[in-house]
């Protein structure tokens, strides 16, 4: 039951996610400033084509797809090999980003006072760190 429910919590989540990456592709602005790192200066240190966006928003929204076969949609089985291995790397991808890469990104990062390493710190490292989390208790529980 408990796996169920952060199944379909993870799905929502993800593919929420992968609908902001899409809304992206085609043109859309909201979110998108916040969600790139900068240096102390304000210039951006990614700086991602519309193609990156999509390829994020794909992976995203199959992640939620991966998690909604899991939660509700029974009747077609995953294969053993990826239900298993994608059970423990798409939360590993995420512990990864939570983390981040000393600098810019993760609770671990150096550059603390830009607007995006304040949303960071208070949204979206919380935010990876929670579906890492969920992701391996899926996994352990194994409804």
Known sequence: MLSTIL?????????????IHF??????????EAA???NENGKRVLN?????????GLGLSAFGAFYLFQAIITAIEMPYWLSTYGGWVIP????LRAVG??????????????????????LF???CLFMALAGYAIQLLGD
Do not use: E, Q, R
């Open 36 to 38: 790139l790192p900068t």
């Open 7 to 19: 199944s379909l919590l993870l799905s929502i989540t993800l593919i929420a996610l992968g609908l």
């Open 48 to 56: 991602p084509k519309k193609i990156d966006s999509l390829i994020v």
């Open 125 to 127: 490292s919380p935010l």
């Open 92 to 95: 590993s991808i995420f512990l």
């Open 101 to 122: 890469d000393f600098k810019y990104v993760g609770f671990f990062k150096k550059i603390k006072s830009t607007p995006f390493a304040k949303m960071d710190i208070k």
């Open 23 to 32: 809304n992206w592709v085609l043109g859309g602005k909201w979110g998108f």
